[in-house]
Structure formats: C-alpha cells, structure tokens
C-alpha cells in the first residue's frame, strides 16, 4: 500500500494525542491550572492536528462532514464520531481543570474510555480491510491501542506505565511483523484464484492492461521502498521501543531526557507505521504479477 | 445506506467468456467513451500524450499466460471491471454512504455528490474495481451503464451495457443472474462459470466461463515436416565442412 505521508502522520499524532487524553481523563498528571492547560493544548494539537492530516488525502475534503453519517457500518466513520465525541467530553473536563481547579472524575473518565475507543476506530479502518491480509489480524488494534497507550504515558510522564509500555510494544511489534510476513499465503489468495484459472495451470501475467501505472498501481502496488525493508525494522523498533526505554530505565529523569526519549519514540513510530503500509499487500497486486 | 440489502430483487451483472475474448480492448474503449460523455463526472486523463500518461477507467483487459502440467501454454485475455458482489466490502465501509447497492436489481453505484474521496472502498475492494478520479476527487467504478439499461430514449437493441453492445467477438454477456432461467443463467450453468477469489468471500454477482480445452493435436501436417536429414549430405554437406575449415 502507499504509505502517504498524510496518514502516516494521522495515524501516528493523532494516536498519541488521544493516548494523551486517556490518561488525563484518569488524573494522570494531576495538575491544574496553566500547567493543565499545555498538557491539554499538547494533546489537543496532537489529536486533532492528526485528523486535519487524514483529510489531506480526500479528494473532496469539503464534503467531509458527511462522513459522520455512517457508523453503522463504516469504522472510518465511528472513528470520526469517536474523536468528536472524546474532543468534546474531554473538552468540558479540561475547562473544569484549567479554569475552575476542579476535576469531574466521571466525566475524564467517560472520556478516556471514548480515547481508548478512537484509538480502536483508527485501528479498524485497517483492520478490518481483508483485502491486505497483514491488516486484517487481531495485531493491527493491539498495535495501535500500544503505541497511542505508550505514547500517551510518555507524554504524560508516567513514567512506570511508559517503560512497561516501551518493551511491551516492541515485542509486540516484532511479534507483528513474524505473524505478518506469513499472512498473504495464509489467505490463499493468489494469481491462480484472482484469475480462476489455476484449473488450467499456473498462470503468468503475460501483458498489463496500460502502458504505465494507473490509480491502483500507485495506491495499492506500492514495492518500492520494500528493499530497505529489515534495516528500517531494526531501526524502527529501536527508536520507538529500547531507546527510549534505555534512557528512562538508565538515565536520571529530567524533562531533558524525557524529550530525547519522546524524540525517539516519535520518530520510530513514524518508521514502523511507514512500514506498516509499505509492507502491506493487497490482492488487487496479483492481477499484475505482482504483490 | 452502506448496510446491504440482504436480497435484491435482480441481481444484474455480466458474464465474460474468456474462451472468446480476443483481447481486443473495444469493451475499454466504448466504456472509457459512454461514462466520459455521460452520467457521472467524466473519466479524466492525466498527461494522456505525455511520457507517463494514464487516467480512469471502469474495465481493464488483461492478458495472462498459462501453462498446464503438460502441453502449450495458453494465452488468455482477461477483461475486469466491477463484479457488482452480492456482499460488496467496498460499500460497507464507506464513511458517508456515497456507496450503495441497489435494492431493485444489485447494481453497485457512487452517489458522486456524497463520495468525499477517502479511497477506502478502492482498498477494500479485492479486484481493483474502483479508480479514484484525479481531476475530480471522486471514486468511479463500473455502473452496469445504468443510464443505457433502462433508458428508453436509446432503441432497445442499445439497452445493455456499452461493453457488452460493443463486443465484436461476443464475448460478454449481460442479463439477471438471480434468475435460474435467464440466459445469462442458463450460460453459466453449462459452461461451468466461475467466481474471482471466491476464498475472500465477497460473492461476486458477474461471472466467468473457462476457456474450452484446446485440441490436443491442431497441427497434422507438422510431423509431416520434420527434417529429412541431421547432417546435410551431398553438395550441401561439402559446402559446410569446407565452409566449417575456413
């Protein structure tokens, strides 16, 4: 799949801007007034920055309101509605903080249970496509809920729940990617089943349809990129998981290496979740001979 | 909107014949032309005399090889457009409802005034059905010509499918596969129709006939023709040694 930078970015601060929330929701940090207010402009500059960024891949962003409609069916549209909703609960909760130097427990808590939930949205917007089977795999949500989770603690200076977190989602990650690599076999589709024509004989792309590449080529053929493959994995899971664990477990902490230890964190999701769509097969590849 | 019906009275679609396809790219052409020139926002092209052109289409044709255990290879010219699936995972998904199957007769179409272009059913479905329009930043896809079927300003003759209409080899077919005794139907059934990747559960409406076997002999005059001599004799055979000493 393409991994656009647009959704890279929605995926990876928005996570962290709702992780954020989750544990103010629950009093974590305990603070109040103008120091509640940065965490909160933080978060919030996180959550909804991500989102403003998933809508810079829509062709027609001015219709976007319309995609409220749907949470029936469509986990793009829950996630949207969850968002909103935690946005708003979580905004009422910050005005009591910041303004009024009280804490409606209720109310954060309501809200980081609908953090959580939007965590769980944006993870099923993959997840549930079948089409690229590394998605469609109980990993992608427990990823997601990790790294926004972990994230989170970070950002919030829980500092106990962040290093559980670290090694957790490292773990988690490479456990993802063995489990991965082996999914598109798993499913069975190949270009013998695309086509039917596996009860003649194997089958061979003989001419493509267009001369160069088209929407579907760009969008979902996406094999550049895949070569760096296992040295971007060994540096991911470096910098979002042992790095930083390393400087908070060995390291005095100060707000100086917290930073470093956000930097690396950051900077390794952006490289696992580059991976997590430049790695990622979908069917529609085997028409072409490719994956 | 996007919850799917759980029957449709019809369930229009096609049935491509690959063993009578000639690959011949009309269907493309004639689809490309009719959806261009009417309902819907038109199928753009993008640097379309330039180095790198390409654009939107609802139908492909692709061209497979395919080699059995034993004898010939086959070539095999496979067109693809929207199978209009009777549990359709592009509609589902669809995070404003632009996407809907119709009750009346399981067409799949994009209500383009809603479509905010998220590409989301383009990932979600499994063919390839569904191209993203980059002038219009709407997704299109194949409408079974919804606007030829039932138009009765067209002459009735003219009331199928563009592709289908179009197809000097009759290789496509178009017609209500939910009914068991429509031709379409009756085509499928003694020709042994297939589903594309049945195994992702989709339930594709549009079918495909195999190819019929091919003769195990078609050529009797060729062991006719196998060389008289190896070794050239002769003059023939002087002229390669001394030829060979040079």
Not at chain 2, 170 to 179: M, P, Q, T, Y
Request: glycine share 10%; net charge neutral.
């Amino acid at each position: 799949m393409h991994p656009a930078p647009s959704i890279i970015f929605f995926t990876v601060f928005s996570g962290l801007g709702f992780g954020m929330l989750a544990f103010m929701g629950l009093g974590k940090p305990d603070v109040s007034g103008f120091t509640a207010f940065i965490f909160f402009f933080i978060a919030y500059a996180l959550a909804v920055g991500g989102l403003i960024s998933s809508t810079f891949h829509l062709g027609n962003p001015q219709r976007a309101l319309k995609a409220f409609s749907q949470w029936k069916t469509s986990w793009l549209s829950r996630e949207g509605c969850l968002a909103v909703a935690t946005l708003l609960v979580m905004g009422l909760y910050a005005i009591g903080i910041i303004f009024f130097n009280t804490r409606i427990g209720l109310l954060g808590l309501l809200g980081a249970i609908l953090a959580f939930c939007t965590v769980i949205g944006t993870s099923m917007i993959y997840g549930q496509i079948k089409t690229v089977p590394r998605w469609h795999h109980w990993t992608t949500p427990l990823i997601y809920i990790g790294y926004a989770m972990t994230g989170g603690a970070l950002m919030t200076g829980q500092l106990r729940i962040a290093t559980a977190g670290l090694v957790t989602i490292g773990a988690l990650q490479v456990v993802a990617w063995i489990i991965g690599d082996k999914r598109f076999a798993e499913e069975g589709s190949t270009i013998e089943t695309a086509t039917g024509l596996g009860t003649i004989g194997k089958v061979r792309m003989f001419e493509a349809p267009h001369s160069s590449k088209n929407y579907l080529m760009k969008e979902m053929v996406h094999v550049i990129g895949r070569k760096h493959a296992r040295n971007l994995r060994i540096i991911g899971v470096l910098l979002v998981s042992l790095i930083p664990w390393a400087l908070l477990m060995f390291f005095p902490f100060n707000h100086f290496m917290a930073l470093l230890a956000v930097l690396a964190h950051v900077a390794g999701a952006l490289t696992t979740r580059w991976l997590f769509f430049a790695e990622a097969e979908h069917t529609v590849g085997l028409y072409y001979g490719q994956r | 909107m996007t919850q799917l019906p759980a029957q449709t009275d019809k369930k229009l679609g096609l049935v491509i014949d690959l063993d009578t396809c000639v690959g011949c790219h009309a269907c493309v052409v004639s689809c490309k032309g009719w959806n261009t020139e009417n309902y819907g926002a038109a199928l753009s092209d993008q640097n379309a005399y330039g180095k790198d052109p390409s654009g939107t289409f609802l139908n492909r044709v692709h061209s497979y090889e395919v080699q059995p255990d034993q004898g010939a290879a086959q070539t095999i010219h496979f067109p693809k457009s929207c199978l209009h699936c009777e549990d359709a995972p592009c509609v589902t998904v669809c995070p404003t409802g632009a996407s809907y199957k119709r009750v009346e007769d399981g067409i799949v179409l994009v209500n383009e005034s809603d479509c905010i272009g998220c590409g989301l059913c383009a990932w979600a479905c499994p063919y390839g059905a569904r191209e993203l329009d980059q002038a219009e930043g709407v997704m299109k896809k194949c409408t079974l010509c919804v606007d030829r079927i039932y138009n009765e300003n067209l002459p009735k003759e003219d009331r199928q499918p563009a592709c289908v209409r179009t197809c000097p080899a009759g290789a496509r077919h178009f017609g209500d596969l939910g009914d068991e005794n429509s031709d379409v139907s009756i085509l499928v059934k003694t020709r042994g129709g297939f589903d594309l990747m049945p195994e992702q559960g989709t339930k594709p409406v549009n079918k495909y006939l195999p190819p019929r076997p091919k003769d195990e002999q078609i050529d009797i005059l060729a062991p006719l023709l196998e060389p008289v001599a190896a070794e050239p004799t002769g003059f023939l055979g002087w002229l390669d040694k001394t030829l060979e000493k040079l």
